[in-house]
């Protein structure tokens, strides 16, 4: 009889084990459905960007070497909707006394993680950087990528915030610590405006270009006067 015991029972407890173990799965894996069942959709949150707006730069030059001089730069920025929200393309342009600033920005979203891609392009060079990615959380926005700044690779922060139906506030900053500290290079506040308003501010912030001069070049007498000369001394 002991011998039967004996097996019995690493029987039953390997039996015992399997079952745990399979309900541990199984409630795993609810919990992740549940999880990503709960998890924000996020594929609308740059709604309030769609349309025309007027804005107003601050740019600190030279970040991340103690500059502390900034330069201001007022202009536009047009958003449109694509794919019904889960990505949008926005045109940018802004002027200060000495620079003027056009790019576009990229922005598309990924429904399986629910996270943002933000692509930025400036006409200078005209190709897309690398994406900047991150969510909205209890109304703010934060986007994290790393890039090469000063020969040194840095993180890069945008900020979202102060968001309301006619305005919002925007933020990005650099971090060449790990993100222990965070210093701001790049501030934007935009306020809504209508199509015609946009129209007028896109006119003023545009560069205006110089027509082309006319070469003057020295010319005789001749080529200027069409009658001939006459000698001083001779009267008509």
């Not at 009889?1 to 399997?18: E, N």
């Not at 609308?44 to 007027?54: A, L, P, S, V, Y």
């Not at 007022?74 to 600033?101: M, P, Y």
């Not at 993180?155 to 990005?172: D, G």
Request: glycine fraction near 6%.
């Amino acid at each position: 009889m002991q011998g039967v015991k004996r097996a019995i029972f690493p029987a039953t407890l390997i039996l015992s084990l399997l079952i745990f173990q399979l309900a541990f799965t199984t409630h795993a894996n609810a919990a992740s459905e549940q999880a990503n069942t709960q998890r924000h959709d996020g594929q609308h949150d740059f709604d309030f960007e769609i349309g025309t707006w007027k804005i107003h730069l601050k740019r600190l030059l030279n970040p991340l070497t103690g500059s502390t001089t900034w330069t201001e730069f007022d202009g536009t920025t047009v958003t449109r909707k694509l794919w019904d929200g889960r990505a949008n393309i926005e045109q940018f342009e802004t002027t200060s006394s000495t620079s003027h600033i056009e790019g576009m920005t990229l922005r598309l979203y990924n429904p399986v993680a629910h996270q943002w891609s933000i692509y930025w392009a400036n006409a200078k060079d005209g190709t897309l950087g690398i994406p900047t990615i991150g969510e909205f959380k209890n109304g703010k926005g934060e986007f994290y990528d790393r890039e090469e700044i000063n020969d040194r690779m840095i993180l890069l922060r945008f900020i979202w915030s102060q968001i309301t139906p006619n305005s919002a506030h925007f933020e990005q900053a650099f971090s060449d610590d790990g993100g222990k500290t965070w210093e701001v290079n790049w501030i934007t506040d935009q306020t809504r405006i209508s199509e015609e308003e946009f129209k007028e501010a896109a006119e003023a912030s545009t560069p205006k270009l110089e027509p082309p001069r006319r070469e003057c070049r020295p010319q005789s007498i001749q080529s200027v006067i069409s009658f001939p000369l006459r000698s001083p001394s001779t009267r008509p």
